[in-house]
Nanobody, 112 residues
Framework: QVQLVESGGGLVQSGGSLRLSCVGSGFTFSRNVLSWYRQAPGKEREFVAVINSAGGSTRYADFVKGRFTISRDNTKNTLYLQMNSLKSEDTAVYYC?????RGQGTQVTVSS
């Protein structure tokens, strides 16, 4: 079955960095568009970034442009989200998504 497993979250100070990873299995990873979403407490889930199957095309939510970078390694079935210059408002559970599935999420907490 399809599995997406995120990791790399944690507690970081404002201005710091984190790198999230998402390992996919149970589907043809290299042929699918992959995305990152996040959901903060009391808020709706929101789109963060998306990358095409080959990794050559990306798109970001305005609030992360210039700070976050989405990438993928199809040889490792792994999706990444490099997050720099983190702000307290980036605190959320981050999920990766593919073909209508999502993982269990990884918590990112940014202290001010």
């Amino acid at each position: 079955q399809v599995q997406l497993v995120e990791s790399g979250g944690g507690l970081v100070q404002s201005g710091g960095s984190l790198r999230l990873s998402c390992v996919g299995s149970g589907f043809t990873f290299s042929r699918n568009v992959l995305s990152w979403y996040r959901q903060a407490p009391g808020k709706e889930r929101e789109f963060v970034a998306v990358i095409n199957s080959a990794g050559g095309s990306t798109r970001y939510a305005d609030f992360v442009k210039g700070r976050f970078t989405i990438s993928r390694d199809n040889t490792k079935n792994t999706l990444y989200l490099q997050m720099n210059s983190l702000k307290s408002e980036d605190t959320a559970v981050y999920y990766c998504s593919a073909i209508g599935y999502r993982g269990q999420g990884t918590q990112v907490t940014v202290s001010s």
